[in-house]
């Protein structure tokens, strides 16, 4: 009898490990890892209003001569950046040309202004063929746009644009993002 019971208890162990068995590869589980993988990333978009865009100041009559002249542009540079960055502007060369005419393009004073949502610090520069800083530790984040104000004081209005041969004057000012 003691032989029964143990057959039994044997058997009924062997029941129960193998139901374990089926059981467990029913269940069988996998760990699997997902990684996101980030890169530093700084753009400007295309749909900056200084894309290819154009600041134009118009000198028509005396008055225009006597005083200073202020052309505001909204959404100037938009910018996508995963750091905080500064934004410089430079020009491409040392004058503003027309033909053989010339006029110094430190007559243009550029400055950041509020308005646009990219937050940092604004600054007013003299344009020079040197960069310089025209925001200062902006916030990283998308589409922030930055509205510059460019101008031509009254004074160099008369003294240096003022007899200078009539004419469109053109030069290319470049804008850098750059991360820190």
Known sequence: MKKQILITALSLGAIALGSNQVL????????????IILADVISMDVGSAA???????????????????????????VIISSKNFDVKVKSEGANFISGANVIPVDVLQVKAIAGGNLMGTLNEVTLSTNDQV???????????SLNIAYSISADKAS???????KGTYTQKITYTATAL
Not at 24 to 35: C, I, L, M, R
Not at 134 to 144: F, M, P, R, T, Y
């Open 24 to 35: 467990a590869q029913n269940s069988e589980q996998f760990n699997t890892s997902v990684n």
């Open 51 to 77: 894309s290819q865009g154009s600041v134009d100041f118009n000198y028509v009559n005396t008055t225009d001569y006597n005083a200073s002249k202020n052309v505001t542009v909204p959404n100037s540079l």
């Open 134 to 144: 025209l925001v200062s530790n902006a916030s990283s984040g998308a589409k922030q």
């Open 159 to 165: 003294k240096v644009l003022l007899g200078k041969p």
